[in-house]
């Protein structure tokens, strides 16, 4: 009899190698794993889990990379809107799940397979991301998932694998790092806890700058598109260029709170120096150019299509047409913003655009006004409080 085909999407670690191994040995199906590069492997990486792959059963393997998808569907937007889930985290991880589901869901369809799988355990939020996705791109599709449904534990995996003579490196990293185009997030013992700092060591990028650096971002409607006059229009490639002098300051540090999908309350460190420079700069722009009622509603349609997005739901057509009330908002988000680089910070020190708002042909606040005069404002005040004084004067009294 033939096998069935089943898609497993496959990072390499201990959970996706179970995986793999049991799957191919004792539900003898015909696996086919996958790894969505959004720009957290090197080439030798991707070469690397291929080959294991391939030698604990896998009959296929498929490297695809979806950075240009990560920054076109998710990143992009998460600009515009100056997504930063509780004031403080860029979504690093959360964003590029969803991308990696839609990536895998489409390679298990392209194959004809019947069976989707995941390596994710029962507590944490990638198991909702995976299975909602899988649920509505590949409903006819079963999905399984080994660790979760056996509730195995990290030494039954070992065990296993041992038994099994799959080779690799058991030990436990003291701290889990999960890199991507979009951040990296660092957990260990110390955010298992409500009160713990990570050490310096733990963070992936060290911190090698010490003297303070001038910067200037270019932007082109709502698009990072060059730094320090270098233009370039691949935004990935622009996003890395900007981490790799960003990153050894120290910058877009910090560590999450919140709650997961799942109920409860999580914590996690991250490094995320590109993507918080970039929204601040961003942000930074916007407030000299868009309105007040602009910035109003885009501050809160941006924080619900980030928590919407957090939890996995970015295939709710509201997404698509939130995402077209942000992208219109950018048409004139065109200019330079000035940074300064210091270990561990930096400051936005003003921008420039040929549509800044903040024009002094039209007066400058707080010294001279162009466009209207002292009997304007006094009509303008009467009537902007006329509603308040003829309630204070019927029934409300001070």
């Known amino acids: 009899m033939m096998k069935e085909k089943l898609v497993l999407g496959f990072s390499g670690g201990l959970d996706t190698t179970y995986c793999a191994k049991y799957l191919s040995k004792d539900r003898d199906f015909e696996v086919h794993t996958v790894t969505v590069n959004t720009g957290g492997f090197s080439s030798e990486e991707l070469q690397h889990i291929e080959n294991h792959a391939l030698a604990i059963g896998a009959v296929s393997h498929m490297n695809i990379n979806a950075e240009k998808d990560y920054y076109d569907r998710i990143i992009k937007y998460l600009i515009y809107g100056n997504v930063l889930k509780n004031n403080s985290y860029p979504l690093s991880v959360s964003a590029e799940r969803l991308i990696q589901a839609i990536q895998i869901a489409k390679y298990a369809k392209s194959i004809g397979a019947k069976y989707i799988s995941h390596g994710s355990t029962g507590a944490g939020n990638d198991q909702v991301r995976f299975d909602l996705i899988f649920n509505i791109l590949i409903p006819e599709a079963n999905v399984i998932t080994p660790i979760r449904d056996l509730k195995l534990s990290r030494n039954e995996e070992i065990e296993y694998l041992k038994a099994n003579g799959v080779q690799m490196n058991f030990e436990k990293a003291a701290y889990s790092i999960n890199k991507g185009l979009w951040g990296t997030s660092v957990g260990g013992i110390e955010t298992l806890k409500s009160n713990g700092k990570l050490p310096e060591h733990a963070w992936p990028t060290q911190v090698t700058k010490t003297k303070s650096e001038d910067l200037i971002l270019h932007f082109e409607k709502g698009e990072l598109i060059g730094v320090n006059n270098e233009i370039c229009r691949d935004q990935v490639t622009k996003i890395k260029f900007l981490q790799d002098i960003v990153g050894p300051f120290g910058i877009g540090r910090d560590i999450h709170v919140g709650d997961t999908i799942i109920g409860i309350k999580g914590r996690v460190g991250f490094e995320a120096a590109a993507p918080i420079l970039i929204i601040k700069a961003h942000?930074?722009?916007?407030?000299?150019?868009?309105?007040?009622?602009?910035?109003?509603?885009?501050?809160?349609?941006?924080?619900?299509?980030?928590?919407?997005?957090?939890?996995?739901?970015?295939?709710?057509?509201?997404?698509?047409?939130?995402?077209?009330?942000?992208?219109?908002?950018?048409?004139?988000?065109?200019?330079?913003?000035?940074?300064?680089?210091?270990?561990?910070?930096?400051?936005?020190?003003?921008?420039?655009?040929?549509?800044?708002?903040?024009?002094?042909?039209?007066?400058?606040?707080?010294?001279?006004?162009?466009?209207?005069?002292?009997?304007?404002?006094?009509?303008?005040?009467?009537?902007?409080?006329?509603?308040?004084?003829?309630?204070?004067?019927?029934?409300?009294?001070?």
Not at 292 to 303: A, E, G, T, Y
Not at 304 to 313: K, M
Not at 328 to 349: A, C, D, M, W
Not at 370 to 386: A, L, M, Q, R, S
Request: proline share 2%; charged share 20%; net charge negative.
């Open 283 to 398: 942000h930074a722009l916007e407030k000299h150019i868009l309105s007040k009622w602009q910035l109003q509603w885009k501050d809160q349609l941006s924080n619900f299509y980030g928590n919407w997005l957090h939890e996995g739901q970015i295939l709710d057509p509201v997404m698509r047409d939130i995402e077209a009330f942000l992208c219109n908002s950018q048409k004139f988000i065109t200019g330079k913003v000035f940074v300064t680089l210091h270990p561990y910070r930096f400051e936005i020190n003003g921008i420039e655009s040929e549509y800044d708002l903040m024009s002094s042909k039209f007066g400058s606040y707080g010294e001279m006004n162009n466009t209207w005069t002292g009997e304007d404002v006094k009509g303008f005040t009467k009537i902007f409080g006329n509603q308040n004084s003829i309630i204070y004067q019927t029934y409300l009294k001070v």
